[in-house]
């Protein structure tokens, strides 16, 4: 397992992405300016932070708008077999509120919440067949 960013839910999307870029001088991947995503990369190393549009996981994880206001941030972490690694989450008690299910292209996700109710994204990338 790695950990591959963490991932902040806002609300005003076009602001958190001038402050990133354009304050603190983070890089852009995709110039989103307007989200609903965009990841922004480190100076050093392979994680980095991101934004997210806060409905947008709201939806994804099938709670109504209000419910989402109190979510802020999101972990991410990168496993090689995520079914196998929910199964094992959920023998030892865990409880996933979301997946596994497709999320792009490419990548299959799992949400569940720490006992804060931090929120936690566990991320399979499928390799492209040739």
Same mark, same amino acid.
């Given at each position: 397992?790695?950990?591959?960013?963490?991932?902040?839910?806002?609300?005003?999307?076009?602001?958190? !992405?001038?402050?990133?870029?354009?304050?603190?001088?983070?890089?852009?991947?995709?110039?989103?300016?307007?989200?609903? !995503?965009?990841?922004?990369?480190?100076?050093?190393?392979?994680?980095?932070?991101? +934004?997210?549009?806060?409905?947008?996981?709201?939806?994804?994880?099938?709670?109504?708008?209000?419910?989402?206001?109190?979510?802020?941030?999101?972990?991410?972490?990168?496993?090689?077999?995520?079914?196998? !690694?929910?199964?094992?989450?959920?023998?030892?008690?865990?409880? +996933?509120?979301?997946?596994?299910?497709?999320?792009?292209?490419?990548?299959?996700?799992?949400?569940?919440?720490?006992?804060?109710?931090?929120?936690?994204?566990?991320?399979?990338?499928?390799?492209?067949?040739?």
């Amino acid at each position: 397992m790695e950990l591959a960013q963490v991932r902040l839910l806002v609300t005003d999307f076009p602001a958190c !992405y001038r402050f990133y870029a354009h304050v603190l001088g983070l890089k852009p991947q995709s110039g989103a300016e307007e989200g609903p !995503y965009e990841k922004f990369s480190p100076a050093v190393g392979s994680a980095g932070i991101a +934004l997210q549009d806060r409905s947008m996981m709201a939806g994804l994880l099938g709670e109504l708008a209000e419910q989402a206001s109190g979510h802020r941030s999101l972990v991410v972490l990168r496993v090689d077999d995520l079914d196998a !690694y929910c199964a094992r989450i959920v023998e030892r008690g865990g409880v +996933l509120a979301h997946g596994p299910a497709p999320m792009a292209e490419r990548m299959r996700v799992a949400h569940l919440k720490d006992p804060e109710g931090n929120l936690v994204e566990l991320q399979e990338w499928q390799l492209l067949r040739s």
